[in-house]
């Protein structure tokens, strides 16, 4: 079944809560059927150290993305990831018996590739239910707000927030099309666009929840920019911005990804961290910490921009990339905790404020004897694998409400993402793009972290691919390739 995207839902870790989108944030209504079978299975189980076409480092969208297109053009990808999965920041599970995500959730209808991607593969998507009840900060703490006004007070406040976006991208496909505007916008953190507004004490704890989430903690690390980039996106307004995360893939996010290695019929070494990487200027010596290397005309490298720094290239990092990594572009606290709520009898969303245990607390359906419950922590940090520390976070806001599971991820301290969803930090898209994406020797780079359009989402990670791919394939023939 193909099913167009349609209507606004719910947020990554705070937007505007419409009513249309707590509707979907709540609680889904379809669970898809099947979430592929044997995900992240190798295709083909070659001994390892031959030689290949290309090699891929990385088996999250960009990677898979990369791998599929140099398929398509006739080249023959090995695929080297760390883990034991796929799906990188993506990652379909199930939880009390009901899929859910612990990394990336939502798509929206202003994201055309990963779109193209679900009608390709004839996936449909799923909305979710309204909540009956929204918490929003207030001077005493979470306090229960009338859902309509709530949402629209909430409402302008974004507004206000991103005022002048139109004018600081006026081609959000091209960022840097009024470069003079965007870098003399470029040094200013979230906390400082805040400090611009003149916001009374409660707008100020209703926004910096958005800011604070959004940047992984604290609305210092995040540049205002960057932010402001997803509102042109989406269409400089509230109800875009909000559709940007409205809709559930069917089969789940890593349901989509597994069709598409289908696709890539590509061999996959899972287990398989790379540990250096080596352009002799013939070929590219990719090794394993395992100590195996396998050789290659090119390689795509497309693991967290975070990640650059564990691996040891050679010669060095471009400049632009070793400044990349070693100031991050994933966000640096990003723990997404599912809980089974019990003790609850209507569904809930509460959006927190800076400082607060969570920045979004989502209701997302029923199951045997209560509800589901996903949550986004970063500042402080909630040990997401306790009941006891959940079950305190979650009192905070609904102190009738009792925890008994959980199950949370934390991409923060995850050796093989180190951060969150990308978002840029002051400088970065003024002095880094476009100069980020170019190959460097043999080496082309993929990643959601460096797109030029949604970066932060996996439609900037297929983005991504897409144009690692092209480059890989500029710089020879897979005939050519034949070594
Ligand atoms: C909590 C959370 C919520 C999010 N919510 C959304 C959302 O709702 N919508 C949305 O569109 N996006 C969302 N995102 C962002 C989205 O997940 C990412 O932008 C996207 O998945 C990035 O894809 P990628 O392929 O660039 O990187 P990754 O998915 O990180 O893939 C990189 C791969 O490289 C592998 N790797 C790392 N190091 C090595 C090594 N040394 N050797 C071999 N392999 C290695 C990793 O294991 C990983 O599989 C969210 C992210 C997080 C963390």
């Given at each position: 079944m193909?099913?167009?995207?349609t209507a ?5 870790s705070?937007?505007?809560?419409s009513?249309?989108?707590?509707v979907?944030a709540a ?7 099947s979430?592929?079978?044997?995900l ?6 070659d001994?390892p150290?031959?030689?290949r076409?290309v090699?891929v ?9 990369a791998?599929?297109e140099?398929r398509a053009?006739?080249f023959r990808p090995v695929?080297?990831?760390a ?12 939880f009390?018996?009901k899929?859910v ?9 202003t994201?055309?590739l990963?779109n193209a ?15 009956s009840?929204?918490?929003m ?9 009338d859902?309509e006004?709530g ?7 974004m507004?206000r927030?991103?005022?002048?976006a139109?004018d ?14 965007v870098?003399?916008a470029?040094g ?9 507004l003149?916001?009374?004490?409660e707008e ?10 959004y ?5 210092r690390i ?8 997803w509102w ?13 995360m409205?809709?559930r893939?069917?089969t ?8 598409m290695?289908?696709d890539?019929q590509?061999e996959?070494?899972l ?5 250096s990487v ?9 090794t394993t910490?395992a100590?195996?290397?396998y050789?290659?005309?090119?390689a795509?490298?497309?693991v967290?921009?975070?990640?650059w ?9 471009a400049a632009v ?5 070693a100031?991050?572009?994933g966000?640096?606290h990003?723990?997404?905790?599912w809980?089974?709520?019990t003790?609850l009898p209507?569904?809930?969303a509460a959006?927190g ?18 509800q589901l ?7 402080p940090?909630v ?8 079950q ?5 806001y609904l ?11 934390n ?10 969803w ?8 003024s002095?880094?793009?476009?100069a980020i ?15 030029t ?9 297929i983005?991504s691919?897409?144009?690692?791919a092209?480059?890989?394939a ?6 050519l390739?034949?070594?």
């Amino acid at each position: 079944m193909r099913d167009q995207p349609t209507a606004p839902t719910t947020a990554l870790s705070g937007h505007r809560l419409s009513r249309r989108r707590l509707v979907q944030a709540a609680g889904l209504t379809a669970v898809a059927a099947s979430a592929g079978t044997a995900l992240g299975s190798p295709a083909r189980a070659d001994s390892p150290g031959t030689n290949r076409d290309v090699i891929v480092v990385g088996a999250g969208y960009a990677g898979v993305t990369a791998a599929r297109e140099l398929r398509a053009r006739g080249f023959r990808p090995v695929i080297l990831e760390a883990r034991s999965r796929i799906g990188g920041r993506t990652w379909t599970t199930t939880f009390e018996g009901k899929q859910v995500e612990l990394g990336a959730q939502w798509i929206g209808p202003t994201q055309p590739l990963v779109n193209a991607e679900v009608r390709r593969y004839g996936l449909s998507t799923l909305t979710g239910s309204i909540p009956s009840r929204l918490l929003m900060p207030s001077l005493s703490g979470p306090a229960a707000v009338d859902l309509e006004s709530g949402d629209a007070r909430y409402g302008a406040l974004m507004e206000r927030l991103f005022a002048g976006a139109r004018d600081l991208f006026p081609d959000p496909l091209n960022p840097l099309a009024n470069r003079a505007a965007v870098v003399a916008a470029d040094g200013l953190t979230l906390r400082d666009r805040l400090d611009q507004l003149g916001l009374t004490a409660e707008e100020r704890l209703w926004l910096s929840g958005t800011t604070a989430g959004y940047s992984g903690g604290d609305s210092r690390i995040g540049a205002y920019t960057a932010l402001a980039h997803w509102w042109a996106l989406a269409g400089y307004n509230v109800a875009g911005y909000d559709a940007a995360m409205s809709l559930r893939i069917s089969t789940g996010m890593t349901g989509l990804l597994q069709s598409m290695l289908n696709d890539a019929q590509a061999e996959l070494h899972l287990r398989t961290a790379v540990a250096s990487v080596t352009d002799t200027g013939g070929e590219v010596r990719v090794t394993t910490t395992a100590g195996v290397t396998y050789r290659a005309p090119w390689a795509v490298i497309a693991v967290p921009v975070n990640v650059w720094k564990t691996i040891a290239f050679r010669p060095g990092l471009a400049a632009v990339r070793a400044q990349a990594s070693a100031q991050g572009v994933g966000v640096p606290h990003s723990n997404k905790i599912w809980m089974k709520v019990t003790g609850l009898p209507d569904r809930v969303a509460a959006r927190g404020t800076e400082g607060d245990p969570f920045t979004t607390l989502l209701s997302q359906g029923d199951v045997n004897g209560g509800q589901l419950m996903v949550a986004f922590n970063s500042l402080p940090p909630v040990d997401g694998t306790s009941v006891s520390a959940v079950q305190r976070a979650l009192r905070y806001y609904l102190p009738e409400a009792s925890v008994t599971s959980v199950l949370a991820q934390n991409w923060g301290t995850d050796r093989y993402s180190l951060g969150g969803w990308a978002l840029r930090r002051l400088g970065q898209l003024s002095t880094q793009q476009p100069a980020i994406q170019t190959p460097q020797g043999r080496l082309a780079f993929a990643s959601g972290d460096i797109a030029t359009g949604w970066i932060g989402f996996v439609e900037g990670a297929i983005e991504s691919g897409l144009r690692a791919a092209g480059q890989v394939a500029a710089m020879g023939t897979p005939a050519l390739a034949a070594v």
